[in-house]
C-alpha cells in the first residue's frame, strides 16, 4: 500500500525558506502515470494547489505561487521535496503532499495522501 | 476566491438525501475535464472520495454518488448519517495548466 509522509521544519521565519520534503513508501515514484503533487491548507480554510513533479523532473506550478516555489525529486531515496521562498504570514498552513494520476499532461485525481505537515511563519 | 464555486454549507436530516455542487467554468469542468471529490474529517488529510465525476474508490459506499453535466458537477450523499458531517471539496483542471479546487462545503447532520 503506497504510503505518503511529509517532514520539515513546523516554524519558518518571514522572508525565509520554507522546506519540506515527502518520502514515498510501498510503491516507487518512477511509476510512469503519476505525478508527485503538493498542496496546502491555510487554518480554516480551503485546499490550494502548489504544483507537482514526475520523476523525470519536469515540473508544473500554481502560477500565483510560481515566482517563489520549487519542486525537485530524488529518485534514489524515493522522495520529492518543496521549496517556497520569502515567505510571510500568509504561508502559514498545513502542506501535503499527494500522488496525482495523469493522462498525456493532464492532471487528474490526488489519491493517496501524506498526513500533512503544520508551517508556521513566526517570527 | 476559489475558482470553482460550492456552497459554504449544506444540511440535511439522518436518512435524506443532499446534494453538493460544484460550479466552474468553460476552461475547466466545461472543458470536458473530469471532477473528482474529497470528504476531510476534522484534523486528517482529505480522503479520495469519487473520481473521474461519478466513480468510487474501494471501499466508499455507494450512498455517495457523483454528476456532471456542463460546466458544473455534484456529489449526492443518500441515506445521511451522522459520521458523513465534515468537509467535502470538489477538484478539476483548467485549461490554463492549473489543478483547481473548490472552497470546500460543509455538511451538516441535523
Known amino acids: 500500500q503506497l504510503q505518503l509522509q511529509e517532514s520539515g521544519p513546523g516554524l519558518v521565519k518571514p522572508s525565509e525558506t520554507l522546506s519540506l520534503t515527502c518520502s514515498v513508501s510501498g510503491g516507487s515514484i518512477s511509476s510512469s502515470s503519476y505525478y508527485w503533487g503538493w498542496i496546502r491548507q491555510p487554518p480554516g480554510k480551503g485546499l490550494e494547489w502548489i504544483g507537482n513533479?514526475?520523476?523525470?523532473?519536469?515540473?508544473y506550478y500554481n502560477p500565483s505561487l510560481k515566482s517563489r516555489v520549487t519542486i525537485s525529486v530524488d529518485t534514489s531515496k524515493n522522495q520529492f521535496s518543496l521549496k517556497l521562498s520569502s515567505v510571510t504570514a500568509a504561508d502559514t498552513a498545513v502542506y501535503y503532499c499527494?500522488?496525482?494520476?495523469?493522462?498525456?499532461?493532464?492532471?487528474?485525481?490526488?489519491?493517496?495522501w501524506g498526513q500533512g505537515s503544520l508551517v508556521t511563519v513566526f517570527s | 476566491q476559489s475558482v470553482l464555486t460550492q456552497p459554504p454549507s449544506v444540511s440535511g436530516a439522518p436518512g435524506q438525501r443532499v446534494t453538493i455542487s460544484c460550479t466552474g467554468s468553460s476552461s475547466n469542468i466545461g472543458a470536458g475535464y473530469d471532477v473528482h471529490w474529497y470528504q476531510q474529517l476534522p484534523g486528517t488529510a482529505p480522503k479520495l472520495l469519487i473520481y473521474g465525476n461519478s466513480n468510487r474508490p474501494s471501499g466508499v459506499p455507494d450512498r455517495f454518488s457523483g454528476s456532471k453535466s456542463g460546466t458544473s458537477a455534484s456529489l449526492a450523499i443518500s441515506g445521511l448519517q451522522a459520521e458523513d458531517e465534515t468537509d467535502y471539496y470538489c477538484q478539476s483542471y483548467d485549461s490554463s495548466l492549473s489543478v483547481i479546487f473548490g472552497g470546500g462545503t460543509k455538511l451538516t447532520v441535523l
Open positions: 499527494a500522488r496525482q494520476r495523469s493522462y498525456g499532461g493532464y492532471f487528474s485525481r490526488f489519491d493517496p
Open positions: 513533479i514526475y520523476y523525470s523532473g519536469s515540473t
